[in-house]
């Protein structure tokens, strides 16, 4: 223990030292405060940058992804007037070559329609029209959208009849626009087997399924698939690359209508990408 000074003086001395040590304490503290407040403000005017970086960049794709439209579109009816022989027909050759045009132009569309979607959920301006709607009438639309796509015998894509799925009150566009991405994803990488789609409800929360018997996913791939332009580097995966675009857009929708996309995936076994949502969508509360 430390000795207790007794007289005066001494005292006098461990007060002033103690009182000298506190104001320096004090000042250190105050110099400490001043960084600290100091970094806050940097953080701040860094995330400030960031925002309007971000919003930049969403009106950036937004225009461009606008522009890039009507050139595509040029492009693809005047393929399509050639391919049908509108100024005469054409050699085998020619029509191999402007099928290769149709091909790419659709691709291109596809892509400046996904990245003008991202761009827009980005920027907060997705419009949602929740409806009510049976879950029957969104699988039997879906079969017929996918039926003239079906060109591989080996490969069955089957819906299973949603038991006790109550009507959903949901935007059904942007629900159908996740289940198609998955849908034809699962159609790409699945040589043979089946395409399994399914609807399960437990609580007020529906998951839909779409289960395949495909290549599957590398384990290394699977924390950032749902991110932009992840693609995985497997040589199938590689020759049927699209842009990249579409599990991101997926999981980003996902979000506007209140649920979550996930994925569970074996190498050559298959991979199954699931959504739960609410059954009926909370619209924001609009206090303007
Ligand atoms: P893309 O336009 O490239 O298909 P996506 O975001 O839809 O973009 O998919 C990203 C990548 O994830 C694909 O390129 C593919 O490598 C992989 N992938 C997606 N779905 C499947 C699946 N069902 N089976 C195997 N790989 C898949």
């Known amino acids: 223990m430390a000795d207790t000074p ?25 110099e400490t405060n001043r960084g600290v407040l100091a970094l806050y403000a940097e953080l701040d005017a860094q995330a400030e940058q960031l925002r309007e970086a971000t919003a930049l960049k969403s009106r950036f794709l937004a225009y461009m992804s606008h522009e890039f439209r009507t050139p595509i579109n040029a492009i693809r009816s005047i393929a399509r007037l050639m391919a049908d022989g509108v100024d005469g027909p054409l050699t085998e050759e020619q029509h191999k070559q402007v099928g290769f045009i149709q091909t790419a132009a659709t691709e291109f569309a596809e892509m400046v329609d996904d990245l ?4 827009k959920v980005e ?10 709607f049976e879950m ?8 017929g959208m996918f039926k003239p796509v079906l ?4 490969v069955n894509l089957v819906f299973e009849e949603p038991h006790g799925v109550p009507k959903l009150y949901t935007d059904d566009r942007k629900l159908s626009q996740i289940l198609r ?20 409800c437990v609580g007020d929360r529906v998951t839909f399924s779409v289960a395949d018997t495909g290549i599957g996913i590398a384990p290394e791939f699977h924390q950032t698939i749902f991110e932009d332009f992840a693609q995985v580097k497997s040589p199938l995966q590689k020759r049927l690359r699209g842009t990249g675009l579409g599990l991101a857009l997926s999981k980003r929708l996902a979000g506007v209508l209140g649920g979550m996309v996930d994925m569970q995936s074996e190498p050559g076994v298959g991979s199954t990408f699931s959504l739960t949502i609410p059954v009926r969508l909370e619209q924001p509360q609009d206090n303007g």
């Open 123 to 132: 920027a907060g301006r997705v419009e949602i029209s929740p409806a009510w």
């Open 6 to 30: 007794s007289d005066p003086a001494s005292l006098a001395k461990a007060l002033e030292d103690s009182r000298r040590e506190s104001h320096e304490l004090r000042s250190e503290l105050e």
């Open 181 to 200: 991405n998955f849908i034809s994803n699962a159609l790409k990488f699945t040589p043979r087997g089946e395409v399994r789609v399914s609807a399960t």
């Open 151 to 154: 060109t591989n015998p080996e």
């Open 116 to 119: 003008l979607d991202l761009a």
């Open 136 to 143: 029957v009438d969104l699988f039997s639309a879906l079969r």
